[in-house]
């Protein structure tokens, strides 16, 4: 059977799910279907779906850096992306002897980005606007990168669906999968069984399910190389004059802390958030780690712990120490599924005779852009998505050896340069969630 003739089943609705369904389908694959468990989509608990990612360049690894140069090329095309994208800035900082910093540096020089240094106060005054009030940024250096900034993460997600549905893919909500149809004790897998008892026939299933992955399929590769960590995000409300003065600030990340903020939404919202190595929140006789959301628990979903509240107010005052007096009117705990060298997950299952292809462990960098907190930059490439091209050439035979040893599902997992994933995640405490009292 030809590769387009397959009949392709996509799990998973998120930016992994989404740019290989549009990718199949440009190379004129004609049976796509993507399922996905949430009731409504963008999922209201998906890691690609939220106010805003961080689009940057900046990483040590100059793997990841050429691909999100070109990603941010197509994040230009309004045609296809409409105002998704904004090209703030990125403000890198870090100490002055960081190594991740400066070969960031030296990757978006060698590309010929618009780079600035910035090694004393006066510097960072000029690429903060006038009215926003800064911290004296002391022992602590960095740089600013124009060629980059953040994109609205559903805005993004809804575009992607509707391309989808646009090139002839179906798209059902509500369908959660619980169980892969197998051939006896063989891993070739013909299909999906859902929770509400609907069965999706495939010739190909591909799991694009995130944090997620360890728990709905536990007995496949969870805790080999990957497994499901819960970062922790608070939001500021501004009022319309304050946030008029934070409008232009560029995004920015401290790559020493883990400390990252955006600019204001049109809401007048500032997101913030810490670059850690998270919560893990073990279940079932495996310990797996199993993501607890807004969905699985609608009353504290969103809770994060209080230790963290204060860890994203420290880190918000060494940059706008006036925003850090401000209340924290929204917390969230969103889950991404990280392995443990941050390289991407994708490839055959090698004893699913080519049946089963995975494409997940985005460790954070996949929809937004630093290892585990920002990605969305890489959903385009060219005329299809990074991720999307990267998975369909997986599904296709067309990886190179590099990469495909890179990504390979039964690799022994790499030395990471991701800081936080050489720390071992918490166990989520659920008695020490903050209280409204702790937002104040």
């Avoid at 309004?78 to 540096?105: C, F, M, N, T």
């Avoid at 006066?122 to 004296?136: D, N």
């Avoid at 799991?207 to 969870?222: E, I, K, N, R």
């Avoid at 918000?316 to 969103?334: D, G, N, Q």
Wanted: charged letters at 25%.
């Amino acid at each position: 059977m030809a590769n387009e003739q397959r009949k392709t089943l996509i799990v998973g609705s998120g930016c992994f799910g989404l740019s290989t369904a549009r990718a199949l389908l440009k190379r004129g694959w004609t049976d796509v279907t993507v399922i996905d468990r949430a009731t409504t989509l963008p999922a209201p608990d998906g890691a690609s779906n939220d106010l805003n990612r961080v689009v940057r360049t900046s990483y040590s690894d100059p793997f990841y850096s050429k691909m999100a140069s070109d990603a941010i090329q197509e994040w230009k095309n309004r045609d296809e992306w409409h105002d998704a994208y904004h090209e703030s800035g990125v403000v890198v900082l870090g100490s002055p002897d960081s190594d991740y910093k400066h070969q960031a540096y030296l990757h978006d020089l060698e590309m010929g980005l618009r780079v600035e240094s910035l090694d004393n106060q006066a510097a960072f005054r000029q690429v903060f606007p006038p009215k926003a009030t800064i911290a004296s940024f002391e022992n602590i250096t960095g740089y600013l990168n124009r060629d980059g900034g953040w994109a609205n993460a559903g805005q993004g997600v809804k575009l992607l669906m509707n391309q989808v549905t646009a090139l002839g893919g179906k798209i059902h909500a509500g369908k959660a999968a619980v169980e892969l149809i197998q051939q006896g004790e063989s891993l070739k897998t013909t299909g999906v069984r859902c929770g509400d008892g609907t069965v999706f026939e495939a010739d190909l299933v591909v799991l694009a399910t995130g944090s997620w992955t360890g728990s709905a399929f536990p007995d496949l590769l969870t805790g080999k190389i990957y497994q499901a960590t819960g970062q922790c995000i608070a939001m500021i409300q501004l009022t319309p004059e304050e946030a008029d003065a934070y409008r232009d600030c560029p995004v920015v990340l401290d790559v020493t802390s883990g400390f990252y903020m955006f600019p204001p939404t049109d809401q007048n919202l500032v997101k913030i958030a810490v670059h850690a190595p998270g919560y893990t929140r073990s279940v079932g006789e495996k310990n797996i780690s199993t993501p607890r959301t807004i969905t699985s628990d609608p009353e504290t979903g969103l809770l994060i712990p209080k230790a963290n509240v204060k860890e994203l107010r420290d880190g918000l005052r060494k940059v706008h120490p006036t925003l850090a007096e401000k209340p924290f009117v929204a917390t969230r705990m969103c889950w991404y599924n990280d392995s443990f060298d941050s390289d991407w997950v994708i490839g055959y299952h090698p004893k699913s005779e080519k049946s089963l292809m995975f494409a997940t462990a985005g460790s954070g960098h996949a929809y937004k852009s630093y290892r585990a907190f920002f990605s969305f930059k890489f959903i385009t490439y060219s005329d299809e998505q990074v991720i999307g091209r990267l998975v369909a050439d997986a599904i296709e035979g067309k990886l190179s050896t590099e990469v495909a040893v890179k990504f390979a599902v039964d690799r022994t997992p790499n030395d990471s340069d991701d800081f936080r994933l050489k720390m071992v995640p918490e166990e989520l405490d659920l008695n020490q969630l903050c209280t409204p009292e702790d937002l104040l």
